[in-house]
């Protein structure tokens, strides 16, 4: 048996892929561990691991690590450098707890998210213990990255807020025994093996990734949180509407959903994870039902279509379900997973600017209505099954952990 432990961004998109691969590890007679912020125990409780809270801002993490700019490329250097500095913070608070639990009985894998702080990467580094990335959106390398280039020293003088965050930085890795550079820190953070929670055909550039990046597909179809649900008896197309968990204070938006809907026979399911007033919506036709949660997967198996943020676990979940999308994106790598789902043909893309209620039922009527789009569809969800799913990534982190020699 393995010692297996997560660190995960305490967030729901990057979180609910992790829950299928702990559950499998699990299965296996493997101990799981998860460090995570408090309001994860209920989720990571389920799947038969260990919970290790640590306490967290969570108006900060949101004001922080979540990007503001609806745009389709990252160009704002104060996000990043706030970002840094949060999650620098949150390594230091932590990693003494961290240390002190698992000292005595360290983990033999560490699954580390790369856009999470880095107490697992420090310890794992500490420890001489292999770390594989999880990571539910997309991966970089040289033929393909979501971020610019990072300009040279020699092209651009440092930006002295960024040069001292870095000498911090370096500190702290000094004080832990890592003995490598920020530079060599930061790739071993964003290289070498990964579980990416896509299949390799929606991955940007995927046949340019070596097999230690495992594309395992979505892992979140055997996860559900918000109990019941039961389908309309009418016999008519359903449209499922959400737009997550971090961008769906958008009143504006669901009105116009509402009205796009109002004279279409359709059943309509608003989930809008408490980001709204339902009082700011309307009047609501009684063939549109408003929910501040609904079990996705669940209304997923019985939906036509679905509108949402552009969330990649998202819409491969209802790729997966043979739904195709209407993407809404909100910032750049939403963009990027919309505008992956038009090349890919599996539905389509409305700007938030764009947004009006014509425009919204006339895209529903066009994208539902082309067999086109149901046929790509179907060979996206072929990928996504032959991913492997859970079973597969609970394979790859089992091919790092180091066999005890006989006798030991």
């Not at 990057?14 to 408090?38: F, I, Q």
């Not at 070596?210 to 559900?224: D, I, L, Q, Y």
């Not at 809907?261 to 009082?279: K, M, Y």
Request: proline fraction near 7%.
């Amino acid at each position: 048996m393995a010692h297996i432990a997560f660190f995960i961004l305490p967030a729901a998109g990057h979180v609910n892929p992790t829950l299928s691969v702990a559950r499998e590890l699990v299965a296996r007679g493997h101990r799981v561990s998860y460090a995570l912020s408090e309001n994860y125990a209920e989720r990571v409780l389920a799947t038969g691991a260990e919970f290790v809270p640590y306490p967290m801002d969570q108006d900060r993490f949101l004001a922080t690590m979540v990007p503001q700019q609806d745009s389709a490329a990252y160009t704002d250097q104060q996000e990043f450098v706030n970002m840094m500095k949060w999650m620098l913070e949150l390594t230091r608070q932590t990693l003494p707890g961290f240390e002190a639990h698992f000292e005595d009985a360290r983990p033999d894998v560490f699954v580390c998210d790369p856009s999470s702080f880095w107490s697992g990467h420090i310890l794992a580094a500490k420890w001489g213990v292999p770390v594989i990335r999880s990571t539910p959106t997309y991966v970089a390398n040289e033929h393909w990255s979501l971020h610019p280039p990072v300009d040279t020293a020699e092209e651009q003088q440092e930006d002295p807020e960024t040069g001292e965050l870095f000498g911090v930085i370096a500190e702290l890795l000094a004080e832990h025994g890592v003995d490598k550079s920020i530079g060599a820190f930061a790739d071993e953070v964003h290289s070498g093996p990964a579980l990416v929670y896509l299949p390799r055909a929606f991955q940007y550039a995927g046949d340019t990734f070596g097999e230690e990046v495992g594309f395992v597909g979505p892992c979140t179809s055997a996860n559900s949180f918000h109990g019941a649900w039961e389908a309309p008896a009418t016999g008519r197309p359903l449209a499922l509407i959400s737009l997550g968990t971090l961008y769906n204070k958008q009143p504006a938006f669901f009105r116009a959903c509402v009205e796009a809907f109002a004279d279409l026979a359709w059943d309509v399911v608003i989930a809008h994870a408490g980001g709204v007033d339902p009082a700011e919506l309307g009047e609501v036709p009684e063939h549109v039902r408003v929910h501040d949660f609904v079990p996705q997967g669940e209304v997923l198996r019985h939906a036509t279509l679905m509108i949402n943020h552009g969330g990649t676990s998202t819409v491969l979940q209802a790729v997966s379900e043979g739904v195709p999308v209407i993407c809404v994106p909100q910032m750049a790598e939403l963009h990027a997973t919309a505008t992956r789902v038009e090349q890919l043909g599996v539905g389509a893309k409305i700007l938030r600017k764009d947004i009006s209620p014509e425009l919204i039922r006339e895209t529903v009527l066009a994208v539902a209505g082309d067999g086109k789009v149901r046929d790509a569809v179907a060979r996206l969800r072929h990928e996504i099954e032959s991913a492997g799913g859970p079973a597969a990534a609970a394979d790859a982190i089992e091919r790092l952990v180091v066999p005890v020699p006989a006798g030991a």
